[in-house]
């Protein structure tokens, strides 16, 4: 049950539990029909808290409740009100056992948060609020207790029966039952309770710690998933072995488990010693999964797993201090990436997606603290801002107090606060405490919402050799924030001489040996340094590894960018550069004419790169991809979105074109030999290799075709296989395409991760995914309204990335995703919160788009029975 007026909940109003929790002791009774739950609590008033004759309140949702017991003796019903979201009982010793029966139906639970089934199995979602929709409980992460847990079912349907810690006691009963008692012994809050119980397959290894402990790692998947398991243990392994060695964090259980769950609203799920993961972010083969997801699930494995610390040993007081767990090991799981593969390529990645998409966020509706101070519904707090500027926020004290003085700050934190919940500012001091710096004016990056922009200017006195640069930063206005302070930001930058060489970086005259790059720290509104002994006027190679979330704005020529992108040493500005140059390039040719002339040099910049294979070929096949349709889009105002694919397009098509040579020889250059490996080096030649025969069927090349339909039947990976597929898909080869779209489905039909890639690689596409044929893949058998992937690979990869047809200027594809909102938002609330998002940017657009956008949010704002979720999302983006 929902409340019909959804509540605004502030972090000003926090107040220490009036109650704590030492234990609970959990019986799960489960059947076809629902599941019994008895919940016995040993609960004490909270000395911290001054409310000393406050009621006891526990939270609830869609329960129905049995009995209440206190103390041995049964409630009768004036003795406790239940109130359908809150369990209260009035009048409670100082210290009492509490036990309260409740029925619930997992099997008709489509919202999936709590106890619900997938593909025949039970399986849970607590985070944020899910608990309460399993017992009544203080369902808050600053109550924390130890937790027993016992699970009963049907031995044949159920031979596996899993929950958090180890497990203590196993046996049979009658009816063909058997149970199974978990004991975990790390108190912990009730969002990271778990229980799965399922016919599933194990798969075993083990780990030894670093102090000896051998650790059992054990994976549950179905049957037919069993060969898929090997990639995500290697990837724990590599993970648990690394924690040790970065954080000098040890694996504190003696089993770590891993489930694999069909229907799923998230990636993945930390719960203690049992984290539960979507299927599509933790099982791989080489035959069914592209080298993208292999690196995916790497990450997302090590995420979990890193949780362990940062999230499960030290948790949030409240949801406001989300990304204090989030933003700590999103950085920590990057860097455990950049660890494993190429640094460089790792901190592209990250960039794009935080420049793409979480700087549309800053700037959009929703726009947020890191910290935020209110929200409605915490499910929609998992956000970019969260996850992603939380991590960058993290990054940016690693550079101000460098690796070491880092380590000993979060060394500091977790020996302080192990066992507590704690907050984002807790973190901050003991990285200050153990540093001596001084971080009171860096703490405005977890209060201020809005991305800081940085406006540089430089003037070059040749007389004195002195080279000036200014930087003035702003912070624009997001909802319910003006007026901001400026922040402290670390700004990393290099100069280049005219030979291409870096320059010394001297900030005060006639001193030498001064490093070639510096970190500078602003911290005022406007600084402007001073560098000496600079011989001719240099290029800046400006915010180097992207050293702050933050816009730079330049005056950079074509020139001085294409200097930047064959001489900066720093491989993300080469990058960097290459992607500003192309983005000039495209936005000169917005609304522009047909035969408007494309910047030669752009092309003679591209040649170089396809045709040297000296360069490093992962930073190569990273600067061969134009930037998205999406950044073009964030980076403008009024935005036109088919005159951005147009031009594009255009620059695509010449570019594909005039170097059609080069890119066939580029293709020869890569071609696989010998087994399939994931090494940078393999991914980089696969991705290079898939570029070139994209841009050959993007111009409808012969050469082109014969090899993509090669390659699609003779490949012996994913990646190969789905790049041939993207690329014919996209091409003009009408009867090829859809030949290849039925092979392929034909061959995958029994797998349900690859009929998602087959699904989203014909949403995504403007020539196979118009709104008609998007209709037609919501009727195909393969698509399942439960199941969140499915959504996601089509109504989510249509608004999300086939942005010429969403945006369709008779306004179809606006209306479309209205629908499906609508209709998701009575089954799967937290899945249709996340799918109305790009409506609600819907002011970032040219009027003509724009209050179309506006018109279907106001259908949806009207709905009956709105969500809370969706309520608050589509509220929050028409509001003025
Ligand atoms: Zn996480």
């Not at 007081?317 to 933003?327: I, V, Y």
């Not at 934190?413 to 001091?429: I, L, N, P, S």
């Not at 405005?444 to 930063?473: C, F, M």
């Not at 991705?687 to 082109?704: C, M």
């Amino acid at each position: 049950m929902r409340t019909s007026q959804p509540q605004t909940i502030y972090l000003s109003d926090y107040k220490v539990p009036a109650y704590l929790v030492d234990t609970v002791d959990l019986r799960f009774e489960l059947f076809e029909d629902g599941a019994r739950v008895h919940s016995t609590l040993e609960v004490r008033r909270n000395p911290e808290s001054g409310e000393v004759s406050a009621p006891l309140e526990l939270d609830g949702d869609s329960l129905t409740l049995e009995s209440v017991t206190l103390d041995g003796a049964e409630l009768a019903e004036g003795d406790y009100e239940d109130r359908g979201d809150q369990l209260v009982v009035r009048s409670v010793p100082e210290q009492f056992s509490l036990t309260v029966v409740t029925w619930i139906e997992p099997q008709n639970n489509t919202r999936l948060e709590g106890l619900y089934k997938s593909s025949g199995m039970f399986c849970t979602q607590c985070e944020a609020e899910g608990f309460r929709c399993i017992t009544f409980f203080p369902d808050r992460p600053d109550v924390m207790a130890r937790f027993r847990t016992r699970i009963e079912a049907n031995r044949d349907a159920y031979p596996v029966l899993l929950s958090n810690g180890n497990d203590v006691e196993k046996g049979e009963l009658e009816n063909g039952r058997h149970f199974v008692t978990w004991e975990d012994p790390f108190p912990k809050p009730c969002y990271l309770f778990a229980l799965v119980a399922g016919d599933l397959v194990e798969k075993r290894d083990t780990f030894s710690t670093c102090s000896g402990r051998d650790i059992d790692l054990r994976m549950y998947v179905e049957p037919r998933n069993a060969e898929k398991c090997d990639h995500a243990m290697d990837s724990l392994k590599r993970s648990m072995r690394w924690d040790e060695e970065v954080y000098g964090r040890e694996y504190d259980l003696d089993i770590f488990m891993i489930v694999a769950v069909d229907d799923f609203n998230m990636g993945a799920m930390e719960n203690k010693g049992l984290n539960i993961f979507n299927s599509s972010c933790v099982l791989a083969s080489q035959e069914t999964a592209t080298d993208m997801a292999f690196q995916r699930i790497e990450a997302i494995v090590a995420h979990e797993y890193f949780h362990n610390w940062s999230g499960n040993r030290v948790t949030c007081r409240d949801w406001f201090q989300l990304s204090l767990k989030e933003g700590f090991t999103v950085f920590r799981d990057s860097q455990f990436s950049a660890d494993m593969g190429s640094p460089t390529v790792k901190r592209i990645e990250d960039v794009t997606l935080l420049r793409t998409a979480q700087f549309a966020e800053d700037g959009g509706p929703m726009a947020h603290p890191v910290r935020p101070a209110s929200y409605m519904e915490i499910s929609n707090f998992y956000t970019l801002t969260i996850y992603e500027k939380g991590a960058e926020v993290v990054r940016m004290i690693h550079t101000l107090l460098g690796p070491d003085m880092f380590r000993k700050g979060s060394d500091l934190y977790f020996e302080r606060h192990d066992g507590q919940a704690v907050t984002t500012d807790d973190f901050v001091k003991a990285m200050e405490d153990a540093s001596g710096r001084d971080l009171g004016q860096f703490r405005l990056w977890y209060e201020q919402a809005g991305t800081p922009v940085l406006n540089v200017s430089d003037d070059y006195d040749a007389g004195k050799g002195v080279y000036r640069l200014t930087i003035e930063q702003s912070i624009p206005d997001t909802p319910g924030q003006t007026n901001k302070k400026p922040q402290h930001i670390p700004f990393a930058l290099g100069l280049l001489g005219k030979d291409g060489q870096p320059l010394a970086l001297q900030l005060e005259s006639g001193y030498s040996g001064a490093p070639m790059e510096r970190v500078l720290e602003l911290t005022e509104a406007v600084h402007t340094f001073e560098f000496h002994g600079v011989e001719s006027r240099p290029v800046p190679s400006l915010l180097r590894h992207f050293s702050a979330p933050v816009r730079v704005r330049y005056n950079w020529t074509r020139e001085q960018l294409l200097f930047l992108m064959s001489h900066d040493p720093d491989g993300f500005n080469r990058w960097d550069a290459g992607q500003r140059l192309a983005v000039d390039v495209i936005q000169s040719l917005v609304g522009a004419p047909d035969d408007t002339e494309i910047e030669p040099r752009l092309v003679e910049a591209y040649r170089k790169l396809i045709s040297d294979a000296d360069l490093d070929q992962a930073l190569v096949a990273k600067m061969l991809q134009l930037p998205s349709e999406a950044y073009l889009i964030e980076l403008s105002e009024n935005a036109d979105v088919p005159a951005i694919h147009r031009a594009r397009d255009a620059v695509l098509r010449h570019l594909a074109g005039a170097l059609k040579g080069e890119l066939l020889a580029c293709y020869q250059r890569h071609q696989g030999s010998g087994p399939y490996e994931i090494t940078p080096e393999a991914i980089a030649r696969r991705s290079l290799r898939n570029t070139a025969l994209a841009w050959l069927l993007l111009i409808n090349d012969e050469d082109g075709r014969t090899l993509a339909v090669s390659q699609l039947n003779d490949a012996d990976n994913m990646t190969d296989r789905m790049g041939a597929l993207r690329a014919l898909v996209n091409s003009g080869f009408e009867a090829d395409r859809q030949q290849a779209l039925d092979d392929f489905y034909d061959r995958f039909q029994d797998d349900p991760q690859v009929v998602e890639q087959w699904f989203s690689v014909q949403a995504a596409s403007d020539q196979a995914g118009q709104l008609s044929d998007i209709r037609k893949l919501l009727e195909h058998p393969a698509f399942d309204w439960k199941n969140p992937n499915k959504i996601r690979s089509v109504v989510g990869a249509f608004a999300g990335q086939n942005l010429a047809a969403f945006h369709n200027p008779d306004g179809s594809g606006y209306e479309f995703l209205a629908d499906q909102v609508c209709r998701l938002d009575d089954s799967n609330p937290q899945i249709a919160a996340r799918l109305v998002t790009p409506l609600t940017r819907w002011r970032k657009f040219a009027f003509a788009y724009s209050a179309q956008m506006k018109s279907a949010l106001e259908r949806i704002r009207d709905k009956s029975g709105l969500s809370r979720d969706v309520y608050e999302v589509v509220h929050k983006s028409l509001a003025e």
